[in-house]
């Protein structure tokens, strides 16, 4: 210890006043240091650098004006080499990793930094886009900051960074190299143009001007090779890949992807493809997503994760010079809030009538051939949901009360993995029906709608489980990721289709499984965006309203959807499984507000009272301006919450039907049989789609611990000009209840 401070002294007393003013304000940094030389392991704090490394950063951010100076006390690379290996004896190093842990020696850029530019491709990053919009330069590449906080973090995105950035006490400016690397500086930090090799460093404030809610923009991101470090996890897998993997047997089934992301066969995909494939949705799930597009492939844009997809299908009227191409049914918004409150274009069905609506919720199971971004896991709760298509999530099962849990998710889980043959009986666990209740219902659905050709579909939420579009929020309204392509693809495409069901509009809002079920910033902004992206998903924004006319029939329905998942937002400690706003689950410095949504783990509950809040007022006003038959409201949560709002909606403004889901199964409230704090108002919970199990056993010979008339199935309303006729079906294509309600 004694010869550092000698070295700390000496160093003092030969550099110039000005330079001893400022290092003498890290004495206390190099005491701290000598004390990490004898911590204990788990002791360490912030010794993730050695000491004399440490003295060598804070010199050189006191005094890098200096070069004599710096290289007497720390050293150069000059006197050490460039591209050499980490060296605990050098004060500083010389080789590609150390922007990462802030231990570059001070001529590292002007020395080291002679390889060729990486070459930019027009890509969008989730938070640059949006944050940009109206700064125009919020975020700037190839710039970084210095010197840098003690703190720092490793990051999947630019976004991400800043929002870290945000959330730490002194932060004022970002720099987010490419190997994912996160650094913060302070206000008095300087700006420095990286070096060639580093091109690909993205910096900015903490936070963007509050103008960038004006709409995301396209910014200039970086393509890379696959030698890059921000593809070092992905490199031994593309090359193995490009090489050999393309032909091994199972090549089939692990790219599956190629086709649609690349635009190749898996036989004639370079390694530039295969990287493109890694970066859209790398085979093997977590781990394994390259952090940069390949700057060349079969078939460019290489950025882009659709280069064998077909156009975007456009809805009647949306074609160039078509009657509604400036309207809101045709054009995107800038961003997933816009359209709050708005009126989506009417829809109008011909015929005498009457006419059928079908009703249903909680139906997205999780796609477990889905292989995720961003270090996710896959969406596989247990072997058998390893397949294509919708696989249901166990849920725990309690008695009727919620005062005795029947069945942990564990155990339910066991009761899939062994198809039943290991299974707790009080998880009531039915097999072939328990197993594929999504599947089930949508049969009926389609062998329904055969029959009674249904005008459209009210979608109550809770549409993909477990956790909404597996992605961060941030993806431009006007963009679709691959991942929302392919949850969409797996989950709703594929199963409602037939007779009845194609092309007919599902009116649709967010559960609180949508938002993300624990967390906040799951990708529910790209819900609404799939509106524009479908002829048939209308998801316009969380709340909207909607008008269908039945012109021959002499009468009109006004649609009013709400979001209601304030229900599910609570303070940040409280119920960590199914808490939107929990600090279990959601990550450190979760951030939605570049586009709208909440802006904090702190804020969030606040952010869903306040959206509710704004929705009771425009709800009354919306109400009050009806003129249509009929007035029916749309939510995700069930019968029962808020129930003097919307009593007060039904007896003061002429709400005719609420139509609810979140509790997973079928229950028909009728006034006429059932009292409850809605007074004649009638409501319907269809909660049992099958995206999850149910709440009891569907066993029909069990119904102890049964809320309705039964656990999975839709719902189908036979409307009129006078009269409505509600119709609880079973999973089997069975009516379990009816009701009739006449306009109020």
Known sequence: MRVLYVLTCFVLSSASETEQAELQATVQHLADDDACLSAKPGEEGQCSLNAIQRRGVQAAAA??????????????????????????????????QCYSHNNCCHDFQSKCEAAPATTQAPTTTAA??????????????????????????????????????????????????????????ASDATSRQAGSKYAGVVSGPGSCPAAAAAGPVQQTG?????????????????????????????????????????????????????????????????????????CQCSKPPCNTCFGGAPPRPKRAGCEDGGADVDTMKCKPPAMPMDYKGKDWPAMTVSGPGP????????????????NPIEGRVKLIAYPQGAKEGPSVFPRTRWNKHHTVELCGHKEFVACYTSD??????????????????????????????????????????????????????????????????????????????????????????????????????????QQIAYTWHSTRWVMPAPYYTSKVDFPDAGYSVDL???????????????DSEHNICGEAHNPPGADCSAVGGPASVATCKQYFADLWQEQVTWAKQKLGEAKGAWQIAVTHFPCGHAQDFYRELHETYGLDLLVTGHRHDQELWDPKTRRSGLGGLTCFVTGGGGGISSEATPNPDNKEDWYGEGEYGFFDLTISKSALLIESINYDGKVLKTAEVQPN
């Open 63 to 96: 005094s890098d004006s200096s070069a004599a100076f710096l290289d007497s006390s720390w050293g150069s690379c000059s006197q050490y080499g460039c591209g050499i290996r980490y060296n605990r004896a050098n004060g500083c190093q010389c080789n590609s």
């Open 222 to 294: 970086v393509c890379s090779s696959i030698d890059d470090p921000s593809n070092a996890i992905c490199k031994d897998a593309v090359q193995w890949a490009g090489k050999d993997g393309k032909h091994d047997p199972h090549a089939v089934s692990w790219y599956a992807d190629m086709k649609v992301i690349a635009g190749v066969e898996i036989a004639d995909a370079t390694q530039d493809d295969f990287q493109r494939l890694y970066f859209c949705a790398p085979p093997g799930g977590k781990g394994a997503n390259c952090g940069a597009a390949p």
């Open 420 to 525: 039943g043959g290991s299974c707790e009986p009080g998880c009531g666990f039915v097999k072939g029906v328990d197993d594929q209740p999504q599947i089930l219902v949508a049969n009926a659905m389609k062998a329904r709608a055969a029959d009674n050709d249904p005008a459209f579909v009210l979608n109550v939420g809770d549409n993909f489980y477990w956790g909404g579009i597996e992605k961060t929020c941030g993806t431009p309204m006007d963009q679709l990721s691959y991942t929302a392509h392919h949850q969409f693809d797996q989950i709703y495409e594929r199963i409602y289709t037939g007779a009845g069901l194609d092309g007919k509009p599902w009116f649709s809002v967010l559960g609180n499984h949508d938002w993300g079920g624990r967390v906040f910033n799951n990708g529910w902004d």
């Open 560 to 574: 009013f959807f709400l979001d209601s998942n304030y229900n599910d937002a609570e303070d940040p400690p409280k």
């Open 355 to 370: 006419f059928h609506i079908f009703s249903i919720g909680d139906w997205g199971g999780m796609d477990g051939s889905l």
């Open 128 to 185: 640059a886009a949006a944050a940009s919009a109206a700064a125009g330069d919020c975020f700037t590449s190839g710039v970084y900051f210095y010197p840098n906080m003690p703190q720092k973090t490793t990051e999947s995105s630019s976004a991400a960074c800043q929002s870290q950035c945000a959330a730490t006490a002194g932060c004022a400016h970002f720099s987010f190299w490419p190997d994912g690397g996160c650094h913060f500086q």
